[in-house]
């Protein structure tokens, strides 16, 4: 999947903070921290994964429509969007 360098620098961006949120849930998990701050930190980080993910998706189908005219040069077929985007949902 080719996605222009403006949207992979902020899907970078986004996933090493998801890493450092990781990092932290480990960290509060051997301390002993409640259950229910653990899970909160879980579900802050699921979300900022599957933001990243939607954005990658997203670049790749305003490149699409952008290429729409230069059908069969690479782009993904309908099918694979879908699977993509149906990976995340």
Partial sequence: MEVCASALSDVNKRLRRVQGQIGGIIQMIEDGRQCTDVLTQIASAS???????????????????????????????EQELERLFMALA
């Fill in 47 to 77: 979300r900022a994964l599957d933001r990243a993910g939607f954005k990658l998706v997203a670049t790749e189908l305003r490149q699409c429509l952008a290429h729409s005219g230069d059908a069969g040069q690479g782009a993904p077929s």
